[in-house]
């Protein structure tokens, strides 16, 4: 008897049998079995069709002991993704699922199997599952099973294919799973194992609860101690399995609660391992180090600490070795670090002392649009309320050169935003003679002009105020510019706009109060009939506004 005719015997005399005999019926189960452990062409299609599957139903509804083969069958069946509907529509998940709660791991492992193939990517059915109540039982298997490597990788699988639906995660931020999974990740015996524990881990890490739990767990220190222990290898495997463990730290850490943990005062081992990242010579490690230290520095407290601890430096050196040719991420993230770092007041005048807006300068060189706007906002944020840093940046002819040719970059309005808003601090924080003097002759004035006209209010507001003090300081050097750019129609059109906002137009008031109090620009004023439009001003329902309007006109002579 062929192969072909030994199944079609076999299936004949499975659908005329009438009762659930076992010793009638395993022979033909065997010869079902062999056709499709032997890849037989169709075999699975033919027995779907044949008309059997009811009976399989059966023998699972009763728990016959039949049971245990029957779902052997199926699970190599269900490889053929067209018999996955038919046995859907046959009833055999339902039947299969209770024995999700049997106490025979064989049976556990045929079952778990058949469930997760015929259900494999069909949404509405692994809903019903996680509506069933799977997702406790799969966890519960793990746990009683846990050296069981066929039984275990059934479940993970099964876990990893439901973790992005939201019943599902609702249900394991309930099971405390994390120690489950961080068990089996010490123990993968391999890339492929780790893979699917590190997927599982990523979709439940996107919920705050999770990631606390996962933190009290310690699923970063284990992501940390196997990212040690495949460090240094060119294994593609291991090296894919390093990006998704330190990607998924950076968002773990993405938690205030799980960060605070993983930094532990900067003696968490979290902590000194993203440390030693900074130093590695792997750019994903490089990468996931910097935006984990920008991840700590979400506090003041922690930025403070950082800094005690040494961690500027680290970040340095890794930028300069990225300056030319380097990875553009790897300058953005650590860029990101620094700006963060130099939030609070103390750890600026601190980052200034150790040189760091001497060595950040190296990055000037960069031709990379997104590390060009990272820079500029680091330099802004280095100089905020810092007189020394802005007078030190504002007097360096190469950065001040730099920065212009940024202000003109035509394709990248980020770059040419954040350019404009440097020079605006420098002016505004150092309040300097030498600063303002270095800015006009670099031909910065224009750019603060035009960047008064901005769509962004607060930009429009930087702008006003730089050029208020810079004509407050030396007017001399800013009325040609002023002038050439016809500042002082602008203005006016600024008072006179119905739509303009209270606190623009306030800006606005500021620079002309600094204009009018310099006898170079008052013809200019007079030649625009800027008292006109300050008149109007003066029955503004803003009390502020109109008190401005008012003492501006008394400055120029005119009190009417």
């Known amino acids: 008897m062929t192969d072909a005719d030994s199944l079609s015997e076999a299936l004949k005399a499975i659908s005329v049998s009438t009762e659930l005999i076992e010793e009638e019926l395993n022979p033909h189960l065997d010869a079902v079995l062999a056709a499709l452990l032997e890849k037989k062409k169709g075999a699975a299609v ?9 009976t399989f139903a059966e023998a699972l509804r009763n728990k016959s002991n039949l049971s245990c083969q029957v779902a052997l069958v199926v699970a190599e069946m269900a490889r053929e993704a067209t018999v996955r509907e038919p046995c859907i529509e046959a009833g055999l998940v339902k039947v299969l699922v209770p024995h999700l709660n049997s106490n025979n791991q064989e049976m556990l492992l045929n ?18 599952l ?12 793990m746990r009683e099973y846990p050296n069981n490597d066929p039984l275990v990788n059934v479940c993970l699988l099964a876990l990893c294919n439901l973790a992005d639906i939201d019943s599902a995660r609702e249900a394991l931020s309930e099971l405390e799973v994390a120690d489950v999974l961080t068990f089996q990740l010490k123990q993968a015996p391999d890339a492929e194992r780790r893979h699917v524990i590190l997927e599982i881990l990523g979709s439940l890490g996107e919920s705050d609860s999770l990631k606390l739990q996962f933190a009290e767990s310690g699923v970063p220190e284990a992501l940390s101690e196997m990212i040690r222990g495949l460090q240094g290898g060119s294994d593609p495997h291991d090296l894919c399995s390093i990006k998704i463990a330190s990607n998924l730290i950076v968002s773990l850490l993405l938690g205030d609660e799980s960060m605070q943990k993983c930094f532990a005062e900067g003696s968490g081992l979290v902590y000194q391992d993203v440390l030693s990242w900074l130093q590695s010579s792997n750019t994903q490690l490089q990468l996931s180090g910097a935006l984990a230290i920008a991840n700590f520095a979400r506090n003041d407290s922690n930025c403070v600490k950082m800094l005690d601890l040494g961690v500027v430096p680290h970040i340095l050196t890794l930028l300069e070795q990225h300056v030319d040719e380097g990875d553009v991420s790897v300058q953005h993230a650590g860029l990101s670090a620094l700006r963060n770092l130099a939030i609070p007041a103390t750890n600026k005048v601190r980052m200034l002392e150790d040189g760091v807006t001497e060595r950040i300068k190296t990055l000037l060189r960069s031709d990379m649009p997104p590390v060009q706007f990272k820079l500029l906002g680091t ?38 935003g954040e350019a404009s808003r440097l020079l605006a601090a420098l002016i505004r924080h150092s309040r300097s003679t030498e600063v303002v003097d270095a800015v006009a002759k670099a031909d910065g004035i224009r750019h603060l002009i035009s960047m008064a006209t901005s769509e962004h209010v607060i930009m429009q507001n930087e702008a006003l105020v730089a050029l208020a003090i810079a004509s407050a300081i030396d007017i001399e050097s ?6 050439e750019a016809e500042l002082l129609p602008m203005l006016k059109k600024m008072l006179e706009d119905p739509a303009g906002v209270v606190e623009v137009k306030f800006s606005a008031l500021g620079l002309i109060c600094s204009l009018a109090n310099s006898s170079v620009m008052k013809q200019d004023l007079d030649s625009v009939n800027m008292k006109e439009s300050l008149s109007k001003m003066t029955d503004h329902n803003s009390t502020k506004l109109a008190s401005q309007a008012s003492s501006i006109l008394a400055i120029l002579g005119d009190t009417s």
């Open 478 to 483: 800013m009325k040609d510019p002023f002038r």
């Open 111 to 128: 079952t778990g199997r058949a469930i997760g193939r015929i259900c494999f990517d069909n949404s509405y059915q692994q809903d019903q």
């Open 46 to 54: 033919e027995i779907a069709k044949s008309g059997i599957l009811p």
């Open 130 to 141: 996680v509506q069933s109540g799977v997702i406790p039982r799969l966890v519960s298997i």
């Open 379 to 416: 330099l802004r944020m280095m100089v905020d309320g810092q007189e020394d840093a802005a007078l030190l940046l504002g007097r360096d002819a190469t950065l001040l050169a730099r920065v212009m040719e940024w202000c003109e970059a035509k394709d990248h309005a980020g770059v040419r």
